[in-house]
């Protein structure tokens, strides 16, 4: 059993930044793969980010690439998506995942933890 606690979200002006933070309990932390995933009102849920194991590879939708940064500590069972560079329709909650596949994986029925989201808003 895996438990993910997301912080970090807010209100941001356009070309803002934030940095989001999800805390995972249980000592598997460092054997799984972690994701971002985002949903934005009457949207689907769509990939973000995700990081391997060891923190030694991501990925990053296209939207997002060049302006956030996912990272991990594995000695704190937490990880990081810094963002930078925020526009409007960066809007959305935004859901901490993890999986024991092996990445790349961007269909969020095959993560199979997640936290109870971080709502993150930019104002234009």
């Known amino acids: 059993q895996v438990q993910l606690v997301e912080s970090g979200g807010g209100l941001v002006q356009a070309g803002g930044s934030l940095r989001l933070s999800c805390a995972a309990s249980g000592r598997t932390f460092s054997s799984l793969a972690m994701g971002w995933f985002r949903q934005a009102p009457g949207k689907e849920r769509e990939f973000v980010a995700a990081?391997?194991?060891?923190?030694?590879?991501?990925y990053y939708a296209d939207s997002v690439k060049g302006r956030f940064t996912l990272s991990r500590d594995n000695a704190k069972n937490t990880v990081y998506l810094q963002m930078n560079s925020l526009k409007p329709e960066d809007t959305a909650v935004y859901y901490c995942a993890s999986t024991r596949r092996a990445l790349p994986v961007v269909v969020h029925s095959d993560w199979g933890y997640w936290g109870q989201g971080t709502q993150v808003t930019v104002s234009s």
């Open positions: 990081i391997n194991w060891s923190g030694g590879s991501t």
